[in-house]
């Protein structure tokens, strides 16, 4: 397994698909046990995949379900809300026609 990525821990590496495949049960083991990620890449190809474990994944949720509920992020999800709606252009088919 070779380390890509910025990050020299075993637990934050990033993986071709070929060595991913490879590696599975073994990089299973390491990340389950920690809270290391796994980025997986696949060549000719941007898209990229992340492993973490079950209970880094859970302490994402949890963080973001706090973060969400805070007057700070309420605001910027209405701000967000009101840019989308007056940056939404109005196509012909939704917008209303007058009546004769």
């Known amino acids: 397994m070779n380390d890509t990525s910025a990050m ?4 934050f590496q990033t993986l071709d698909i070929s060595d ?3 590696a599975l049960e073994q990089l299973h083991e390491l990340i389950a ?4 990620r796994i980025e997986i890449r696949r060549r000719g ?3 990229c995949c992340i492993l973490i ?3 880094e994944l859970e302490s994402l949720e949890q963080a973001l379900e706090i973060l ?6 309420k605001l910027l999800h209405e701000e967000v ?3 989308a709606k007056a940056s939404t252009p109005i196509c012909s088919s ?3 026609t007058a009546v004769s």
């Not at 020299?8 to 637990?11: A, G, I, N, Q, T």
């Not at 046990?33 to 290391?36: D, E, F």
């Not at 969400?68 to 992020?73: K, L, M, P």
């Open 8 to 11: 020299s821990s075993p637990l």
């Open 20 to 22: 991913f495949r490879l």
């Open 33 to 36: 046990r920690g809270n290391g």
């Open 45 to 47: 190809c941007d898209d």
């Open 53 to 55: 474990s079950k209970s």
């Open 68 to 73: 969400a509920n805070t007057d700070s992020a």
């Open 81 to 83: 809300r009101q840019l």
């Open 94 to 96: 939704t917008a209303p």
